[in-house]
């Protein structure tokens, strides 16, 4: 089972699996909407199953339960007989005819319990949904509002307690909402024409486009996202799929015209992308994974771009002391806290633990990258996190540690829905200058 492998890309795994079992298309994008949902959608879940038994189910279960509810709830094109229907037949299958039988009568119970329409009252209503149950089920917010983030909107207690703390609750809830939902496709436009002929290209091909923020680029519906990417502007490379935050990540890395670059965390490579179209005299990739540096490129084969030199290497380690930079861009691994609509499962792996090892190693990658930077070049730090410690916090530690060295720009950004133009990334970046000398 892809939700019980252990394997922070399940998506991906449903993949696999559909690929090793022969399902068609439209079996395969069911299952992958299916798992979306449940991660999207866990703490919800897990708050629904909660009310409806007597006793915590196992693992597996509990995990085939979820499931089921979750075509209760979110799934409009899948009837309720044949979510009932087909999650018990499968529990039956994997775990036996008794735990089928559970299975049964607990899905029977929530689909008594759904009701059409929002009731007003939180502790009951579906959010993002007009369904409610017939009592509550979520932890009442006026009395616990971390606990009610974690029943009706999945946000794990600690993170919206944390993003209540800095930004209030009515963003904390905001921001946990976007979540809930398959974020839009963000477009850059590559080519030198117009947004504006762009888009009425892809309307007339029936891509729903609304203009991001940014003039280069255009947002997609979700259900359109298929249509868009299958498009011969995608194709040809006149498109890419960037972040507006991402984008201007790499810009703040400002003229990199003629300069020597260096992108220390490149995989998939869209920031290093945007670097080489700017012309620098060299560029050198680096990222750990050589798998992943292969993605770099293969994208880059599409978007007709030169391949940049790529090392496989653990920081800078393999560059030798020597190396040095005009310009250097750590785009950093991170909580992904600003990106969790793209990453879902990256709020259940969120705790004090991840955070401080996050942390760590930004800081260690920081001050690896550091030493690569010719004296009055510049050195930028980008997260899609949205939490101090890997932002601001940050970048302070490493000015405190490092004498001469200056910040000159940072920028913090939000994700925001399709309907306010995005962006749909959130995150952090600053731009640092070296000493002369």
Known sequence: ???????????????????????????????RRLVGTEIRRRGTLRAVLGAFVHAKPKAD?????????????????????AAVSETVRCVTDHLGLG????????????????????????????????????????????????????????????????????????EADRLAALALEEPPLSLRIRSARPREEVRATLEAAGVGCTNG???????????????????????????????????????????????RVLDLCAAPGGKTAAILESGPQRLVACDLSPHRLQRIRTGFQRLGLPVPELAAMDQARGLGPAARFDAVLVDAPCSNTGVLAQRPGAKW?????????????????????????????????????????ENEQQVRGFLEEHTGWTLEEERRSAPAALDAGGPADGGYAARLRAPLA
């Open 349 to 389: 792996r969120h705790g004090p633990q991840s955070q401080r090892a996050l942390v760590e190693l930004q800081r260690e990658l920081l001050r690896s990258a550091s030493g690569h930077v010719e004296p009055g070049g510049v050195l930028v730090h980008s997260t899609c996190s949205l939490e101090n410690e």
């Open 1 to 31: 089972m892809c939700l019980r492998s252990g394997s922070p890309t399940p998506l991906r795994e449903v993949d696999r699996y559909a690929s090793l079992r022969g399902l068609d298309p439209r079996d395969t994008a069911l299952a």
């Open 61 to 81: 279960l509990a995990a085939l339960l979820r499931l089921g509810i979750a075509q209760l709830l979110f799934l409009d094109r899948v009837p309720d007989h």
């Open 213 to 259: 923020r940014h003039a280069r680029f255009l947002l997609v519906a979700p259900e359109d996202a298929s249509t868009a990417l299958a498009s011969p502007l995608f194709h040809h490379g006149e498109l890419t799929v960037q972040g507006e935050h991402a984008f201007g990540a790499a810009q703040m890395l400002s003229e990199v015209e003629g300069l």
């Open 99 to 170: 735990k089928g039988r559970t299975a049964n009568a607990v899905l029977r119970s929530v689909q008594r319990a759904v009701l059409p329409g929002a009731s007003g009252d939180p502790s009951r209503d579906v959010v993002g949904t007009n369904l409610r149950f017939e009592f509550p089920v979520f932890r009442d917010p006026e009395e616990h509002p971390h606990l009610w983030a974690e029943d009706a909107l999945s946000l794990p207690s600690a993170l919206h307690k944390r993003w209540t703390q800095r930004v209030g609750r009515e």
